[in-house]
């Protein structure tokens, strides 16, 4: 079996060397602590199709007792959230429905003691609306209703629990690590930190939850996780395939758009250097660890394949199709105009994305649709048109902070596994900051001041007697008196020079 290249250039894993490996190397399988615990934050569709795809290789895997640890630690907390999630909707949704409608009717009645005009017939005509409200709260109801009782089925029958259980009563967890090896752990740890050294590093400030008690430790259990790993790998001389749904730079390489390029070159070396050369190690994210079990198994994973990528394809969709619509409304919603020199805008253009996060989002299916819904946040760049008279305007390019909110509706192949956007809607635009790129090489106020100050409308590329602006044009025009000899020009009543040269010409000659 060829062994994968550690090169940034193009460190990929695609499914036909990730197929050879677990068929030709026969790799022991270590599972992290977060992918157990997102079995719970998915839908009900997702979590089966991570439960699936553990299940297939559940003779192979083995977890460090740290990852058994955590699980147990969180488990209840991580299920309890996420169960109350769709305990809670039904009756949010009700409440808001209800307090609108309150509002809205003292608003009527309080308006009503004045007698505005015409409030009576817009009574008249909302009213049906709020019928429709109630109407589509009760479809909504009945719609989530098998989402809400599969999730609950899925909550009560706690199979992850079983299934770690189950690694337990087999032998395939570690054991639990002595004073002494978490003490010499966490010394390295420290030093490790000190210098971004992954794994871990990211979580070395990371304080306790409210209620919970302090753990001098817990910032060092991805490091811990990673020990045991090379403990069990060089002890047994075994292959290692590892997969966790932590996506920090502490485990992996990330491109500018924090999308993971491959495990950190230095997880790599380690490997190699204390488990050696006749050892291989592979690194996946959660991601396309599911997606390729599944895809060896013949099991279809199309529900798991766009939640646990739904940041991904939203950035993609947000970069690649709603550009133009974020220019007009950068035009239109009046933000981006306090950042301008003027406060005017006349267009918007070029806008190119540099950054962008998916910040809180959530995935629902349908049988054969999937919405997600989201919010965002943009860093990017682009050229803002400034009026500054009737027929001259400026362009700059401004970097930009904008933020948003989204929702894309996606079209599902369930037998060819495969996806296609039916709709996508940005919203909500939002300029948190604007700023001139280049300002401190301008001087806008300057170039004010070099307007014609006859027509205002071209720069003065002559001098108007004695020290304004005018465009060639107005000099031009017969009012005015130029000088043949320097060019300066003149109102009649201010020339006093020979008719050949000007006053300004004889005083210098």
């Given at each position: 079996?060829?062994?994968?290249?550690?090169?940034?250039?193009?460190?990929?894993?695609?499914?036909?060397?990730?197929?050879?490996?677990v068929?030709?190397?026969?790799?022991?399988?270590?599972?992290d602590?977060?992918?157990?615990?997102?079995?719970?934050?998915?839908?009900s569709?997702?979590?089966?199709?991570?439960?699936?795809?553990?299940?297939?290789?559940?003779?192979?895997?083995?977890?460090?007792?740290?990852?058994?640890?955590?699980?147990?630690?969180?488990?209840?907390?991580?299920?309890?959230?996420?169960?109350?999630?769709?305990?809670?909707?039904?009756?949010?949704?009700?409440?808001?429905?209800?307090?609108?409608?309150?509002?809205?009717?003292?608003?009527?009645?309080?308006?009503?003691?004045?007698?505005?005009?015409?409030?009576?017939?817009?009574?008249?005509?909302?009213?049906?609306?709020?019928?429709?409200?109630?109407?589509?709260?009760?479809?909504?109801?009945?719609?989530?209703?098998?989402?809400?009782?599969?999730?609950?089925?899925?909550?009560t029958?706690?199979?992850?629990?079983?299934?770690?259980?189950?690694?337990?009563?087999?032998?395939?967890?570690?054991?639990?690590?002595?004073?002494?090896?978490?003490?010499?752990?966490?010394?390295?740890?420290?030093?490790?930190?000190?210098?971004?050294?992954?794994?871990?590093?990211?979580?070395?400030?990371?304080?306790?939850?409210?209620?919970?008690?302090?753990?001098?430790?817990?910032?060092?259990?991805?490091?811990?996780?990673?020990?045991?790993l090379?403990?069990?790998?060089?002890?047994?001389?075994?292959?290692?395939?590892?997969?966790?749904?932590?996506?920090?730079?502490?485990?992996?390489?990330?491109?500018?758009?924090?999308?993971?390029?491959?495990?950190?070159?230095?997880?790599?070396?380690?490997?190699?250097?204390i488990?050696?050369?006749?050892?291989?190690?592979?690194?996946?994210?959660?991601?396309?660890?599911?997606?390729y079990?599944?895809?060896?198994?013949?099991?279809?994973?199309?529900?798991?394949?766009?939640?646990?990528?739904?940041?991904?394809?939203?950035?993609?969709?947000?970069?690649?199709?709603?550009?133009?619509?974020?220019?007009?409304?950068?035009?239109?919603?009046?933000?981006?105009?306090?950042?301008?020199?003027?406060?005017?805008?006349?267009?918007v253009?070029?806008?190119?994305?540099?950054?962008?996060?998916?910040?809180?989002?959530?995935?629902?299916?349908?049988?054969?649709?999937?919405?997600?819904?989201?919010?965002?946040?943009?860093?990017?760049?682009?050229?803002?048109?400034?009026?500054?008279?009737?027929?001259?305007?400026?362009?700059?390019?401004?970097?930009?902070?904008?933020e948003?909110?989204?929702?894309?509706?996606?079209?599902?192949?369930?037998?060819?596994?495969?996806?296609?956007?039916?709709?996508?809607?940005?919203?909500?635009?939002?300029?948190?900051?604007?700023?001139?790129?280049?300002?401190?090489?301008?001087?806008?106020?300057?170039?004010?001041?070099?307007?014609?100050?006859?027509?205002?409308?071209?720069?003065?590329?002559?001098?108007?007697?004695?020290?304004?602006?005018?465009?060639?044009?107005?000099?031009?025009?017969?009012?005015?008196?130029?000088?043949?000899?320097?060019?300066?020009?003149?109102?009649?009543?201010?020339?006093?020079?020979?008719?050949e040269?000007?006053?300004?010409?004889?005083?210098?000659?």
């Open positions: 079996m060829k062994k994968n290249p550690v090169d940034y250039d193009d460190y990929t894993v695609d499914y036909e060397y990730f197929k050879e490996f068929e030709e190397g026969d790799p022991l399988v270590v599972i602590s977060s992918v157990f615990l997102d079995y719970y934050r998915y839908s569709e997702t979590s089966n199709e991570i439960l699936e795809a553990l299940n297939s290789v559940k003779e192979q895997i083995w977890i460090p007792y740290q990852v058994y640890s955590e699980f147990l630690r969180n488990h209840q907390k991580v299920k309890t959230e996420n169960h109350n999630k769709y305990k809670n909707i039904s009756g949010d949704i009700d409440n808001y429905s209800k307090n609108f409608n309150k509002k809205i009717t003292k608003l009527f009645q309080q308006y009503s003691k004045y007698d505005f005009p015409n409030i009576h017939e817009l009574k008249e005509k909302i009213k049906p609306l709020f019928s429709k409200i109630n109407d589509e709260v009760k479809s909504y109801h009945k719609k989530i209703e098998d989402e809400v009782n599969a999730n609950k089925e899925l909550m029958n706690n199979a992850i629990y079983d299934f770690i259980d189950s690694l337990k009563k087999s032998n395939q967890i570690g054991e639990a690590l002595s004073g002494s090896k978490l003490l010499h752990i966490v010394e390295e740890g420290e030093k490790r930190y000190q210098y971004n050294l992954p794994p871990g590093y990211e979580d070395k400030d990371k304080k306790p939850e409210k209620n919970e008690k302090p753990d001098p430790i817990r910032p060092y259990g991805d490091l811990i996780i990673w020990k045991s090379l403990q069990k790998a060089k002890g047994d001389n075994l292959q290692i395939l590892f997969t966790t749904s932590d996506s920090k730079e502490d485990w992996w390489q990330l491109d500018d758009q924090k999308n993971i390029l491959g495990p950190r070159i230095e997880l790599i070396s380690e490997f190699n250097e488990v050696g050369d006749n050892s291989e190690f592979l690194m996946l994210p959660m991601r396309e660890f599911i997606s079990f599944s895809r060896l198994n013949k099991k279809s994973s199309i529900y798991a394949m766009i939640e646990l990528n739904t940041e991904e394809i939203s950035k993609d969709y947000i970069r690649e199709e709603s550009l133009s619509f974020i220019e007009t409304e950068l035009i239109h919603n009046g933000d981006l105009q306090n950042f301008v020199d003027y406060g005017l805008l006349q267009d253009e070029d806008l190119e994305i540099r950054e962008i996060n998916i910040n809180d989002y959530n995935t629902d299916f349908d049988d054969e649709m999937a919405n997600i819904t989201g919010s965002f946040s943009i860093q990017a760049t682009a050229n803002v048109t400034e009026p500054m008279s009737k027929n001259y305007s400026r362009i700059d390019s401004y970097e930009l902070e904008i948003g909110t989204y929702s894309i509706e996606l079209e599902l192949d369930i037998e060819d596994e495969s996806y296609s956007i039916s709709d996508l809607e940005v919203s909500s635009i939002k300029v948190n900051h604007a700023e001139k790129e280049n300002d401190s090489d301008y001087d806008f106020d300057n170039d004010l001041e070099s307007l014609c100050v006859v027509c205002q409308k071209k720069f003065g590329d002559v001098t108007l007697y004695p020290d304004k602006p005018i465009c060639s044009q107005c000099a031009n025009s017969g009012h005015y008196f130029v000088c043949t000899h320097c060019g300066t020009v003149y109102d009649e009543g201010d020339y006093n020079g020979d008719g040269h000007c006053q300004l010409c004889i005083g210098n000659s």
